[in-house]
């Protein structure tokens, strides 16, 4: 009896057990049902946003070989998928980015930092197509890199726009050399006219005035012939001196005998004598000579400079540096004089000179690059570098 109830008893129990257990397993089969279904979502939302988006998606396996492309990528590419399931991702990369993004993939699958890079795939039909990719490595459970996950980005419009942009800069700077050869070729056209026809007919009307001078009778000569005589001999002279340092200023004349280091030595020695600032000079004349555009754009740079040190810096000394070497041309400018703050002069409407922005561009013409460097009290320093 005691048996029998005791059985009861723990059949009771069981069965409690059991209902418990049964009503557990339908909560879990439910939480599970439910889970699956939100993976079933998730799932659809990201396979919709793999499949339509525009970027080029895939995952390849630790050897390398394509387990998943996304339709875009086989819209880029020419291949469908099934062509390329279980090829090596080389099959679709232009040959010479073939090396480096099997470097980048032995890389990333050690665990190594693999930054954006930008490749050329091969379209089936042979056509090339720029990518920019960003591919990361994925880990299975056990944190043992399983493949790599990558994206990438059809680049064609990007590199057409860099690409027209090369060309016009190009253009621009050709337009601009054409333009600065256009004014040194006006320069040096007004200097020889100048000097064939002003200079000329002064010489000759000096001449004349001396001869005058030498045949009219010294004592008897009227005083009012004399002092417009001897006006006109002043004025004739004033004139050829004004003419001739003109035509300095127009074209440099030392420069096509002798090349830029002379021609600025001599314009130094002219700004030394007119301003009373002391120049020291130094470097040597450069060989093979470079291109008279560089010549001259860099004669104009040096002389504006000198300009505003005349103008500006009230400065004792002035320092010049020529020097070419790794085929480069550098060319330094430093006075001791009062200094000024360039980051004002850059702000918008608080200045209205050309020099500073005409030398940046002459430096851009050439190829170069241009720099000026000042504080209040500590002098300037005016640098442009260019390549030979
Ligand atoms: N060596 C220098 N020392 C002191 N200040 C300078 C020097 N060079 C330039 N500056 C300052 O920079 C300003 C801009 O120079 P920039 O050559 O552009 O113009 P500008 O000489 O005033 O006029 P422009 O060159 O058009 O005749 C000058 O007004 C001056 O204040
Ligand atoms: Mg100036």
Do not use: C
């Not at 299975?140 to 680049?155: E, K, L, N, P, V």
């Not at 005409?358 to 430096?363: D, K, S």
């Amino acid at each position: 009896m005691k048996d029998t109830a005791k059985t009861r008893q723990q059949l009771i129990d069981e069965i409690a057990v059991l209902r418990r257990r049964v009503g557990q397993l339908e909560k879990s089969e439910l939480q599970r049902g439910r889970a699956e279904e939100a993976l079933r979502e998730n799932e659809e939302k990201y396979r919709n946003l793999v499949e339509s988006t525009l970027d080029l998606i895939f995952f390849v396996n630790a050897r390398g070989n394509y387990t998943y492309v996304n339709p875009r990528f086989e819209r880029v590419t020419g291949y469908a998928a099934g062509e390329l399931a279980g090829r090596p991702f080389t099959h679709v990369v232009a040959p010479e980015y073939i090396e480096s993004t099997i470097e980048r993939f032995r890389r990333g699958i050690r665990g190594g930092d693999t930054p954006p890079y930008e490749a050329e795939l091969l379209h089936k039909s042979g056509e090339r197509i720029p990518v920019e990719f960003l591919v990361t490595t994925r880990y299975d459970a056990g944190g043992r890199a399983a493949g790599r996950f990558g994206i990438g980005r059809d680049i064609t419009e990007r590199r057409k726009v860099e690409k027209t942009l090369r060309e016009q800069r190009e253009q621009l700077r050709r337009l601009a050399v054409q333009l600065s050869e256009a004014e040194e070729g006006e320069r040096r056209r007004i200097a020889r006219e100048l000097h064939d026809q002003v200079g000329q007919n002064l010489t000759v009307v000096g001449i004349n005035l001396s001869v005058l001078r030498s045949l009219l009778p010294a004592d008897g000569m009227n005083p009012v012939s004399a002092r417009l005589l001897e006006d006109s001999v002043t004025l004739v002279e004033q004139t050829t001196e004004y003419t001739r340092s003109l035509m300095s200023d127009l074209r440099p004349p030392d420069m096509d005998d002798y090349g830029l280091v002379a021609a600025i030595r001599w314009y130094s020695e002219r700004f030394s004598l007119r301003t009373g600032v002391e120049v020291h000079m130094e470097g040597r004349e450069i060989h093979p000579r470079p291109a008279a555009v560089v010549e001259n754009n860099l004669f104009r740079i040096v002389q504006e400079a000198l300009t505003n040190i005349g103008k500006h810096a009230r400065a004792a000394t002035v320092r010049i540096g020529i020097d070419a070497a790794e085929g480069r041309l550098r060319i330094r400018v430093e006075d001791d004089g009062a200094g000024f703050d360039p980051s004002r002069i850059r702000r918008a409407g608080e200045h209205h000179g050309w020099g500073l922005m005409t030398m940046a561009e002459r430096a851009e013409v050439i190829g170069g690059s241009f720099s000026i460097a000042s504080r209040a009290g500590q002098g300037t320093l005016v640098s442009v570098e260019v390549p030979l």
